[in-house]
């Protein structure tokens, strides 16, 4: 947490200074809330995605680019817990090439003041592993941050552990696939349901937390934010900036890596079931045989 301002402020009264209020210091008491966001571009779900023929890497000049829709929900989610606590700053964290910089625009015009960039060609083709060491390298260069908040999955990759693996490198708390968030002083809690019930999670901050698709609806810049995010700065890196060597990432360095790809079959053409009075045995006959049943 960022460093408590002193217990006691002053403030100018009829040309002397007198102690403030026991609210006014509470106030300054405060800490402020710094939030990280990882924030990441991917191809736009609906256009046609398909992976280059060269590397099998995904063809990103193919496809529109916009920002990741999870990603998105992680910036609202950062943005409301830094005004539920009255003060505070949301700093976006991107790695990826110079047109992710429309993504970072998209989330410095809904509230973020700041962010950093990687952007660097050895980066193409790197694996998650390779992804979360240098997204964590770059949460290194925001100073007195408190927690990082990310999507628990990018919707091109589908890999759902790099929170999780930033977590570990940066050696604090991870709280995953949390659909709803607070913060209480310096503990986060985190809601999170699956089909299996409700687990209630909290942590003391630092820590990193992952938000699903229920988190939360991304609000709509505003024509001022939109205006105030070309403003903004933006500390944009390369690998040797970045303090990265390449033989750290990169496609050739990759631990994982696509070797074959096939277009998605199209979809077949259901059965249809006439009811003649038994239809009800014969949709339970093609349950048992799909084993869904």
């Known amino acids: ?3 408590y301002p002193p217990s006691a402020v002053e403030r100018p009264h009829e040309g002397s200074r007198i102690a403030a209020t026991p609210h006014e210091i509470e106030e300054a008491q405060r800490p402020l809330m710094k939030i990280v966001t990882l924030v990441k571009q991917v191809a736009d779900t609906y256009s046609e995605r398909k992976l280059s023929d060269s590397d099998h890497t995904l063809d990103r000049e193919g496809t529109e680019a916009v920002i990741d829709e999870i990603n998105e929900r992680a910036v609202e989610q950062a943005l409301l817990l ?3 606590a009255g003060d505070g700053e949301v700093v976006v964290v991107c790695m990826g090439p110079d047109r ?5 625009r ?7 003041v700041s962010a950093v960039h990687l952007s660097d060609e050895a980066i193409h083709g790197s694996c ?8 964590t390298t770059l949460i290194g260069t925001v100073e007195g ?5 990310a999507g628990n999955s990018a919707s091109d990759g589908q890999v759902a552990a790099v929170p999780a693996m930033v977590a570990d490198l940066l050696g604090v708390p991870a709280l995953t696939w949390a659909n709803e968030l607070s913060v209480s002083g310096s503990t986060v809690t985190a809601k999170r349901e699956t089909d299996d019930g409700v687990t209630h999670l909290s942590a003391e901050l630092p820590a990193v937390v992952s938000v699903g698709e229920k988190s939360n609806e991304p609000r709509y ?3 001022k934010g939109i205006m105030a995010a070309k403003k903004k700065p ?21 631990l994982v890596s696509v070797t074959s790809s096939a277009p998605k079959p199209p979809k077949q053409a259901g059965e249809k079931v006439t009811d003649e009075g038994d239809g009800g045995a014969k949709i339970a006959e093609y349950l048992v045989g799909q084993k869904l049943i």
């Open 106 to 112: 998209k989330a410095l015009s809904m509230g973020a």
């Open 128 to 135: 998650a592993v390779q992804t979360a060491r240098a997204l």
């Open 100 to 104: 992710a910089s429309d993504a970072i």
């Open 1 to 3: 947490m960022t460093p």
């Open 82 to 84: 830094k005004e539920a």
């Open 234 to 254: 933006v500390n944009n890196l390369d690998l040797a900036g970045a303090g990265i060597d390449a033989s750290e990432v990169g496609l050739a360095n990759a």
């Open 145 to 149: 941050w408190d927690l990082v908040i």
């Open 221 to 223: 810049p505003s024509f």
